[in-house]
T-cell receptor, first 116, second 116 residues
């Protein structure tokens, strides 16, 4: 049973380009969460999705950022017109359902985005 | 708004020492608290999860405790080894209207170095 898979592991984009980050949850998991870790900072929640639904996007910047989790395929975090401040590690986590108190969050290895 | 604080920010100890990492949170209405390990440039590995109804959890040389009333959790590492060197993160999952939503609030982490 493969873990949470993120790709690419490293992504370099020039200012103004688009970045697309992919996350395939663990088998059987239908809930996906995206977090961002800025240099020298902790992880911050961005968005929570279930299949075909955005449940909570309170941590995601209103402009340039979007996320989706289609019925088929991975979850995508999309950043349009990237700026240097978007450089960070982006982590995806998945869980099997609206988690009960004993349900762990399983994280992927992250995508490290560098904007040059 | 939940805030999670970890003390100390960094810790350096000789091999073999027992050590304690501290985590405090401002809102005691938590669903659970999870401790993670993050190696440089890597993802997060879940170490222990304590449900809100529990007082502690143990796994090998690790023991995590939870005191909701005081808003504190500790991670105890016995007989530390150089391989324990990593950043340790605690994260709380807060109750929200009776539904957890699954999102985690992270502390800034404690950078642990165990030298031979």
């Amino acid at each position: 049973n493969a873990g949470v898979m993120q790709n690419p592991r490293h992504l370099v984009r020039r200012r103004g380009q688009e970045a697309r980050l992919r996350c395939s949850p663990m088998k059987g998991h239908s809930h996906v969460y995206w977090y961002r870790q800025l240099p020298e900072e902790g992880l911050k929640f961005m968005v929570y999705l279930q299949k075909e639904n955005i449940i909570d996007e309170s941590g995601m910047p209103k402009e340039r950022f979007s996320a989706e989790f289609p019925k088929e395929g991975p979850s995508i975090l999309r950043i349009q017109q990237v700026v240097r401040g978007d450089s960070a590690a982006y982590f995806c986590a998945s869980s099997p359902r609206d988690p009960g108190p004993g349900t762990e969050a399983f994280f992927g290895q992250g995508t490290r985005l560098t904007v040059v | 708004k939940q805030e999670v604080t970890q003390i100390p920010a960094a810790l350096s100890v000789p091999e073999g020492e027992n050590l304690v990492l501290n985590c405090s949170f401002t809102d005691s209405a938590i669903y659970n608290l999870q401790w993670f390990r993050q190696d440089p440039g890597k993802g997060l590995t879940s170490l222990l999860l304590i449900q809100s109804s529990q007082r502690e959890q143990t796994s090998g040389r690790l023991n995590a405790s939870l005191d909701k009333s005081s808003g504190r959790s500790t991670l105890y590492i016995a007989a530390s080894q150089p391989g324990d060197s990593a950043t340790y993160l605690c994260a709380s999952k807060r109750l929200a209207g009776g539904t957890s939503y699954g999102k985690l609030t992270f502390g800034q982490g404690t950078i642990l170095t165990v030298h031979p």
